[in-house]
């Protein structure tokens, strides 16, 4: 099992930053992709960034240039770098890990962390 521990949301002005961190523990073989979803009341659930376990990236194009998705794979940390804060980037940030455990590849969500961008 993969347990996924989220930090560094808040509240910060338009054009502000914000550092998401994400840290995976638990009984695991591998972390492999990870990444970044986030959701807003009466929406699903979308797509912001994603890393490999070898730091290939790809982003939703409205973040593509603002924000920065890596990994310390020694430490089983994922980060977001959040600039340029725009109030449409506010929602709730979950993580994301597809980790190979001893019954196979599973999926695993963190708890959420709640980014607020007022203008």
């Known amino acids: 099992q993969v347990q996924l521990v989220e930090s560094g949301g808040g509240l910060v002005q338009a054009g502000g930053s914000l550092r998401l961190s994400c840290a995976a523990s638990g009984s695991f073989i591998r972390i492999n992709d990870m990444g970044w979803y986030r959701q807003t009341p009466g929406k699903q659930r979308e797509f912001v960034a994603v890393?490999?376990?070898?730091?290939?990236?790809n982003y939703k194009d409205s973040v593509k240039d603002r924000f920065t998705i890596s990994r310390d794979n020694a430490k089983n940390t994922m980060y977001l770098q959040m600039n340029t804060l725009k109030p449409e980037d506010t929602a709730v940030y979950y993580c994301?890990?597809?980790?190979?455990?001893?019954?196979?590849?599973?999926?695993?969500w963190g708890q959420g962390t709640q980014v607020t961008v007022s203008s």
């Open positions: 890393i490999t376990s070898g730091g290939s990236t």
């Open positions: 994301y890990a597809a980790g190979t455990v001893v019954f196979g590849v599973r999926d695993y």
